[in-house]
């Protein structure tokens, strides 16, 4: 017993360290493309605007939200209804573990209003860690409801990112699907970083089109840092992040069969189609996450030995 809890020791102290380490890191300059606005000159600044309507839980030390889908589509109708402003992410695997190395980035993610788990492994460990509450919520299926939502409540959308066409694309698919949907503007920026004049006119053209709900498709983690870096800027009341659900719902990549969504290996998937972009991202990600769970659930088993 006594060498167990040595050991549970001297693993508890690893990862006091590790997470003092990732606090302590010295914060390399934001690009001006990231730079948040001064809150002082704009008002309250994101971290002042997250609503608790949902549990708090912690994957590697990165915050993400149980909540569920409709739960979710809730908070967007309210929002909008308050027009009160928020940013939410969709926090996938490769996600995870950027933030976990980049304190900058978890800050993002601890001060969104949801930050949504996508990935059905995500979604296990956090139940085998006791955090029964946490359900899937893949950005492709947050976008298909609140559309679906949108009709009947008038309101209106805007798209920027993905390769050039993408969001036209995606806007005239999902206008089709959904006739009397309210599209009123998209922008497939360039994949550079944007001088502070193609920014500022970026922001004005979304600001004149009043939409209500920004979508931004621009890939982990960049729109996250753009939503943080504009948030005080931006009129719209909510900004989502949902990365490649631009593609899936445009049409311009396969989107994964259910079945494989469902069974955690949509990702394998993803890398059967696009193999060349994305071998080394999961290369890294998938032995990363799976050391780290079993790391997590190691020490939480040896902590329940402790107290035994």
Known sequence: MRNIRSV????????????????????????AFERPCDASRHGAGPATVREKIAEDVSVFGVRLSATNLTEASELVERSIRERRKVYICVTDANALLAARQDATLNEIYRNAALSLPDGMPIVWLSKLLGKSGVERVRGTDFMRTITAMSCGLGLRHFYVGGAPGTAAALSAKLITAHP????????????????????????????????????????????????????????????????????????????APKWLQRSGLEWLFRLACEPRRLWRRYAIVVPTFLCLSARELLLRRLMKVQKV
């Not at 549970?8 to 690009?31: D, F």
């Open 180 to 255: 009397g949907l309210k599209v009123v503007g998209a922008l497939c920026p360039p994949f550079r970083e944007l001088s502070a004049a193609e920014n500022l006119e970026t922001v004005e053209e979304i600001n004149a089109a009043r939409p209500d709900v920004l979508w931004i498709g621009l890939g982990a983690p960049k729109q996250e840092r753009w939503m943080v870096a504009n948030f005080d800027r931006i009129d719209a009341p909510v900004m989502v992040g949902v990365g490649a659900a631009f593609d899936f719902l445009a049409g311009t990549k396969p989107e």
């Open 8 to 31: 549970v020791v001297r693993i508890s102290l690893a990862h006091q360290s590790r997470v003092r380490c990732i606090g302590e890191r010295r914060m390399r300059p934001l690009r």
